[in-house]
């Protein structure tokens, strides 16, 4: 089934600012990686999912209820995480995660324990009664999945969530993340402008530009077609081209580096074999994983 | 083989009780901040202000008791309370409506609630209903103090006590009008800003600039002028009002025009509150 399914999505702002336009996708549960450059569109999105803005023209589905109109229903089966500081300074992560669980419509008790736990699952357990004005940056963003995780969503939303993060905290946030979509059974929608940084941890990507789709997609079916060898020798790599090309492999030039198609574990030994041949000195043969980002600057360039 | 001493991680558990609907949330939301105003849940020194003014409204109050069983022709009614204490009152609106309103702009915590199933008009009204609860309980508990010690020196009897109480409910009244229009013009002020000591000023400013405008209009040389002059500033609308409909004697001379002070405030307070309610459509919108 479909977590989020929307069909020709548009919203334009007053004064003919156009966040999206025309947008289509169907995404199935697990985690899945919201991408844009800033002002794509992504915020825009997140509103509408959310029920705080209405579309201008087209439809949306969250868990098919329609969040213009079902909004407390779809509300109540979703977290958000906003980009922005969201936090009062002088109350403690408990009695703040509480009192929007309550929020939330949990009763008081409910809540109270599931702020606890939230906190727990998010490693704040110890810190759990100190006032957040003294938390560190990367305390704070895990308040902030705290209290998106206190209702016991089915989706979570996160805006930007690795923002303000040193390289080891956002490791961290990542993992976390990976672990709630993975462990938790909650689907994560991850907003961010950083491809590389959410392509390890998603299931699927939706990359979004100037509010219009560039790509939806499995992660696996955007890499799995890809895949390259690598071959690197100390000189002849001309000779080595010619001869690969003889024997029928589309060899591509990258610097010096020879590129060739991995379509089956032959192509290692026919490589070998024709290094051997040729009696070149291999420096070497590896398997070379197309990272996603340059499937976008492909399709990119192919668009302009 | 299980150890004692060992934690186990137990996981992550799903949430299967009951979901309430957004009435317990606009109720939770009350009950937070009529805490708040008198500073519970908050930090040690947030309850200084709060309950100072708490402790002399009672304490006045339990003076006014003492000094009437007394002197029985002493004339301190319920509604001279209110209108004495005034300041005070404009003080801990103007601390405390911030406090509750001022705090959620500054430090961002809107769309966290706006993402939940609660609506801008849920949030307005909880809010309202507890500055409106916590002003009134300032000034309703003391009267009912004052009304105790009547109460329990009364020589009539019943009939002593039954006219203490047809006194104190009006009294009642009286203080409730003061709560919701100073709560009104008291949250709408700020909700305009995030800084708690420009909205505490604002507030204070609104009565400040108003009084004396009062004072011009009610020396002119004009009756109708001088009737309509308490129009001009919250304080003496409200007494206005209270002159009118409970016949309390405030110094001000309504001449006939005592129903328009009657719509005014009742017109204020309804501006103030979709006033308040349309900037937060506008804020709930992120």
């Not at chain 1, 008081?108 to 939230?118: K, L, P, V």
């Not at chain 2, 606009?26 to 901040?33: S, T, W």
């Not at chain 2, 009897?157 to 409910?169: A, F, I, K």
Request: proline content about 4%.
């Amino acid at each position: 089934m479909n977590i989020i399914a929307t069909q020709a999505l548009t919203k334009t702002y007053g004064g003919g600012v156009t966040a999206l336009a025309d947008l289509t996708v169907s995404v199935e549960p697990g985690v899945i990686g919201l991408v844009g450059a800033n002002g794509a569109g992504k915020s825009t999105f997140i509103k509408i999912m959310l029920g705080l803005i209405a579309p201008s023209g087209g439809s949306v589905r969250i868990f098919d209820l329609d969040p213009v109109t079902q909004t407390d229903k779809v509300r109540a089966r979703v977290g958000y995480m906003p980009e922005n500081d969201c936090l009062p300074p002088d109350v403690s992560a408990a009695e703040f995660v509480t009192h929007l669980g309550r929020m939330s419509g949990l009763p008081r008790t409910a809540a109270r324990e599931r702020a606890s736990e939230a906190l727990r699952h998010v490693g704040l357990y110890e810190e759990r009664y100190r006032q957040i004005g003294g938390y560190s940056t990367g305390m704070k963003q895990r308040v902030k999945l705290a209290q998106a995780l206190v209702h016991d969503p089915d989706l979570l939303l996160l805006d930007e969530p690795t923002n303000g993060l040193d390289p080891a905290g956002r490791e961290a946030m990542l993992a976390l993340i990976h672990r709630i979509g993975t462990e938790f059974g909650i689907s994560v929608v991850v907003c961010s402008h950083l491809l590389g940084e959410v392509e390890r941890i998603c299931d699927s990507l939706i990359a979004i530009q100037g509010g219009r789709l560039l790509r939806a997609d499995r992660i696996s079916s955007m890499t799995a077609a890809s895949d390259v060898l690598a071959v690197e020798v100390s000189e002849g790599t001309d000779e080595l081209a010619a001869r690969l090309a003889e024997m029928g492999l589309p060899v591509t030039r990258d610097g010096r580096l020879l590129l060739v198609p991995l379509d089956s574990d032959a192509a290692y030994d026919r490589i070998l074999h024709a290094v051997t041949a040729l009696e070149l000195n291999l420096h070497r043969l590896d398997q070379r994983r197309h990272r996603v980002a340059e499937l976008f600057t492909t399709k990119e360039t192919a668009d302009v | 083989m299980s150890e004692t001493g060992v934690i186990h991680d137990i996981g992550y558990q799903r949430y299967t009780g009951p979901r309430l609907g957004r009435g317990a949330a606009i109720n939770a939301l009350y009950v937070q901040g009529l805490r708040a105003a008198f500073g519970l849940g908050r930090s040690a020194k947030a309850k200084i202000f709060p309950w100072l003014v708490a402790a002399i409204t009672l304490l006045v109050a339990v003076i006014i008791a003492a000094v009437k069983s007394q002197i029985p022709d002493f004339d301190f009614g319920y509604v001279d309370f209110d209108d004495t204490l005034s300041w005070l009152i404009i003080f801990f609106v103007a601390i405390l409506s911030p406090a509750l309103v001022s705090r959620d702009i500054r430090s961002g915590t809107l769309p966290l609630y706006f993402s939940r199933p609660l609506r801008a008009a849920d949030y307005v009204i909880a809010k309202f209903l507890a500055m409106v609860t916590a002003v009134w309980l300032l000034l309703g508990v003391p009267q009912f103090i004052m009304f105790l010690g009547a109460a329990f020196t009364t020589k009539k009897g019943m009939s002593g006590v039954w006219n203490e109480v047809q006194d104190l409910v009006p009294g009642w009244t009286y203080s409730l009008l003061w709560a919701l229009l100073f709560t009104s013009i008291g949250l709408l002020v700020a909700s305009l800003t995030g800084k708690q000591a420009f909205a505490a000023g604002g507030i204070v400013a609104v009565f400040l600039m108003t009084t004396p405008v009062v004072g011009v209009l009610s020396v002119l040389p004009s009756s109708a002028a001088n009737h309509m002059a308490g129009l001009a500033s919250p304080m003496t609308l409200i007494s206005g009002v209270g002159a009118w409909a409970l016949g309390s004697d405030i110094g001000l001379d309504l001449g006939r025009y005592g129903p328009i002070y009657g719509i005014e405030a009742f017109c204020l307070i309804a501006a103030c509150l979709l006033l308040l309610l349309a900037r937060y459509r506008k804020v709930a919108a992120l």
